[in-house]
């Protein structure tokens, strides 16, 4: 016992250190370097119960190719698994947050032992069904690596076993779960009943009502006095750098950045086609008939299953983990909005990384909180130049990503020749 729970300690030991150099910038003892640390304190948990970028766009973006060797940050897991549905040859996936990596290891044993697509969907499309403890016992449990086990069968602040969050909603837990849940309130506070817009029939009746019921509300003078302080995204995950990216946007102001983004969630795509909007808005998946992530539809699962080995899940941060790969040997990266947290040095320590273990051809994509390359005049020219950034791509990317949070979509190809 003494062993595992050093082994536990350890393990976040690892998640506060890699939090710190990720996230801390400022002095402990500047304002900013407070919150700073109050946010790596926030995201030592559970951050994300789903993952909020589109893993549709992301697989379009990356053209995968069955001999390929794909490096993700996991996040929730989600993309990862859904990523495994274009049939890569391997993929690696590397989080920061131990709670994270318990996550989507969990998602990948569920793959291989739940006894039905149905068992599956009960645990992760509805993830409110005390049937889910049962087969986590029976079925899941003896699946998983020990540190991952301890963590799931580890008791809350609560006194509750952690996996029993799926038979009481598992996605409303969570950093991202209990801000939806305080989003929710607020709305309520201000007047507004998100029930009509998911009764919507059309894109037309969709814009109709959030106009008339939803936007007054996100103009109201109280959100947007709150929204004047980062701490009111944390919820988001999104730390003091990222904040500072979207006060700069356009020189607006981040409650009118809010406001477009929430606008364009619930008013540029049909419902039944997002299942980010069902997320964001009515706080769980539809059906299993409506639209799903890619890995928990039904006629995906028999992939996923026979796939799962293929994925290897680290608790380590992308630059460490690529330090020890051989040139050349990775074909695709995807970084999701991690670079938004990083310095020029951060940046270009990644870069020369990269650089060096992409393929001929490799794809990398990532996402900013606000409309900017990033890369130019922060990582030299000497790498940036064996890279093609594809604009027209980027920007449509951008446009047809159903999430709708981020400001920019971004494709990086390897040159063949500089």
Known sequence: ???????????????????????????????????????????????????????????????????????AIASGGCNILSYLTANPARITALDLNHTHIALTRLKLAAARGAPSWRHF????????????????????????????????????????????AFARGFYRTGLLGRFLGLTHWLAHFLGVDFRALMDAQSLDEQRRIFETNIAPALQHRLLRFLLKYPVSLYGLGIPPAQYAALS???????ADVIFQRVRRLACDFPLRDNYFAWQAFARRYESETASLPPYLQEKHFADIRARTERVDVQHQSLTEFLTLCPDRSMHCFVLLDAQDWMNDRQ???????????????????????????????????????????DTEVSHEMAHRDRSSIYGGFHLYTRKVTP
């Open 121 to 164: 969907a009960d645990f992760f499309v509805h993830a409110d069904r005390a049937s889910n403890i049962k087969m986590y016992d029976d079925h899941l449990d003896g699946l998983l690596d020990p540190a991952t086990r301890r963590y799931w069968q580890g008791r809350s602040l609560f006194g509750r076993r952690r996996i029993s």
């Open 248 to 254: 700069s946007h356009g020189s607006q102001a981040v």
């Open 347 to 389: 940046l270009t320590e990644l870069w020369q990384e990269i650089e060096r273990c992409a393929a001929f051809g490799a794809r990398v994509i990532f996402r900013t909180a606000a409309d900017e390359r990033l890369l130019p005049g922060r990582v030299p020219e000497r790498i940036l130049r064996f890279w093609y950034y």
């Open 1 to 71: 016992m003494t062993a595992m729970l050093a082994k536990d300690e350890a393990i976040r030991r690892t998640t506060s250190s890699g939090l710190g150099k990720a996230v801390h910038r400022d002095s402990a003892f500047s304002l900013t370097g407070m919150r700073e640390r109050v946010f790596t304190t926030a995201f030592h948990r559970l951050v994300y119960p789903q993952i909020w970028e589109d893993p549709v766009i992301d697989m379009e973006a990356l053209r995968i190719q069955p001999g390929d060797h794909l490096v």
